[in-house]
């Protein structure tokens, strides 16, 4: 069974900085893309953030190009979101996310449609 599970999340001042976890199992996603989306509360859920299976290509949304770092550890089936400077628009449930088939090094995904797999989700809350 392929699982997806996110953690990470929580509480943080604005101005503050949290690191998102994504640990794969289940199956290898070492030559797919993969990205971070999130849903705030009323809205529908947003691109975050993608990166190709060798790391050497990424994409941000532009509300949080600068200040998010997406990168990932293929040996550790783990991808990361690296969120500094966060601020209180940022609140949301954050997902990760990965493409079913294998892509060439430097493609990444940035359409919901395009994923194939999905986690739960984690909070993450910037108090203003």
């Known amino acids: 069974q392929v699982q997806l599970v996110e953690s990470g999340g929580g509480l943080v001042q604005a101005g503050g900085s949290l690191r998102l976890s994504c640990v794969t199992s289940?199956?290898?996603?070492?030559?797919?893309?993969m990205g971070w989306f999130r849903q705030a509360p009323g809205k529908e859920r947003e691109f975050v953030a993608a990166i190709s299976w060798s790391g050497g290509g990424t994409s941000y949304a532009d509300a949080v190009k600068g200040r998010f770092t997406i990168s990932r550890d293929n040996a550790k089936n783990t991808v990361y979101l690296q969120m500094n400077n966060l601020k209180a628009e940022d609140t949301a449930v954050y997902y990760c996310?990965?493409?079913?088939?294998?892509?060439?090094?430097?493609?990444?995904?940035?359409?919901?449609?395009?994923?194939?797999?999905w986690g739960q989700g984690t909070q993450v809350t910037v108090s203003s």
């Open positions: 289940g199956r290898t996603f070492s030559t797919s893309p």
């Open positions: 996310a990965a493409v079913g088939l294998s892509w060439t090094a430097y493609t990444v995904r940035t359409k919901e449609r395009e994923y194939d797999y």
